[in-house]
């Protein structure tokens, strides 16, 4: 029972027990509730159970207690990591000053609800765009950041498989929860501190697999848009085949298992170097194809006659313009002898044609004093004086009177 007193004041402060046994009281008004959340801690003493129930959605922990006969009516597969809800009473212990939910029932939450919640929240990211961006993996990274939880068969697979295929790669590990309460913000801060390194070229996340629920760390909304802001290349390896958390969605490559990861990130040096030969052997097989294709046209090329007798073509040509020189001077003869017959035949005509032959036949050519030719008796009255043009020279001569 809580004695009435007055206001706490500096001259008259309240105890601790009525200060305690009034937190108490307003407490205790609450009643039960219903409350929804991720169990963070589970351990049992003495029959009874004690662990911590975290949001799922804030940065928000409560701590419970299970009595013994209570735990007897509740499922027996209760265990850390599991979405539960649960009907609790907050009690606030005087002695110890401490305040816990007392559990009366516990139960999981049900699939269904857990997978449309993951649906929506699948598809409202999918609308920001951050599932499209993929960056492509480097081909051989110097150094790989690898978040892992701490001495997990996951780190272990990844680290033996990677150095298995290439002895010279080098790991940046960070450690973190990969389930509970602490694992979200674990995985975060790991994610950002291996992004910061400027000497990791490639960041796996890596866990062993688990059940749907221990998986929802890796559907946190917080953890995944970290995630997509990484300006490195990440490999989502969480271990599973049917369940898909929304780290694969956005990370630039999905690896089925912590193995196939470091075999998609590493490559494997002897498959390389087996490349490397084979290239090398293709390129020897290439030159060696080309260079005898070369020395073959090279010698086609020589034993034509222009290059197998280097006078040949001097030869062959010379031969030519000797043909043309004697066929040239052959037409030449021909042309000429035609042109000195047909000359003779127009000389012939031109001769007959000619008034000396008229003179030498006999006749005479009359000129008057101004040179023109005597045609008419009226062009030459008496006393004309008239020059007579014989075969073998001229006379002069008078036109006389008419008797």
Request: include cysteine; aromatic fraction near 4%.
């Amino acid at each position: 029972m809580t004695i009435d007193v007055g206001p706490s004041t500096a001259d008259a402060p309240w105890p601790v027990a009525l200060l305690s046994s009034k937190i108490r009281g307003w407490i205790e008004r609450l009643g039960t509730a219903w409350v929804e959340g991720e169990i963070t801690q589970w351990g049992a003493s003495a029959g009874n159970v004690y662990g911590k129930l975290k949001d799922v959605d804030e940065d928000a922990t409560i701590s419970f207690t299970i009595w013994s006969s209570v735990k007897a009516k509740l499922p027996a597969d209760l265990k850390q990591g599991d979405r539960v809800i649960a009907l609790v009473k907050p009690n606030y212990w005087v002695k110890g000053g401490t305040l816990t939910m007392q559990v009366f029932e516990m139960r999981h939450v049900g699939l269904g609800d857990l997978l449309e919640r993951l649906e929506r929240l699948r598809q409202k990211l999918k609308a920001e765009g951050l599932f499209d961006s993929k960056k492509p993996l480097p081909f051989l990274p110097g150094c790989v950041g690898l978040v892992t939880g701490k001495d997990s068969d996951a780190e272990k697979d990844v680290l033996r498989n990677a150095q298995l295929r290439w002895p010279a790669v080098e790991f940046r590990v960070v450690h973190a929860a990969v389930q509970g309460d602490r694992a979200v913000g674990e995985v975060i801060s790991a994610i950002r501190t291996l992004d910061a390194d400027p000497e990791v070229e490639v960041i796996i996340v890596a866990r062993g697999g688990g059940d749907f629920q221990n998986l929802l760390v890796f559907s946190d909304e917080a953890l995944v848009r970290a995630a997509a802001a990484c300006e490195t290349p990440l490999v989502s390896a969480i271990g599973h085949e049917a369940d898909r958390p929304l780290l694969d969605e956005v990370a630039d490559l999905r690896a089925s298992t912590p193995t196939d990861a470091a075999k998609r990130v590493v490559p494997d040096v002897a498959e390389e170097l087996a490349r490397v030969r084979q290239a090398g052997a293709t390129m020897r097989l290439r030159v060696t194809q080309r260079v005898t294709h070369e020395i073959e046209r090279i010698e086609t090329l020589r034993s034509r006659p222009v290059l197998a007798n280097r006078t040949w073509i001097i030869d062959s040509r010379s031969e030519d313009l000797g043909r043309y020189v004697t066929r040239s001077r052959d037409l030449v003869e021909r042309i000429l002898e035609r042109s000195h017959t047909s000359v003779s035949e127009l000389t012939a005509q031109l001769r007959a044609l000619s008034p000396q032959r008229t003179l030498d036949r006999g006749y005479a050519i009359a000129q008057l004093p101004n040179g023109a030719a005597l045609r008419t008796v009226a062009d030459a009255p008496a006393g004309t004086a008239l020059t007579l043009t014989v075969a073998d020279g001229t006379l002069p001569a008078v036109v006389g009177k008419a008797g």
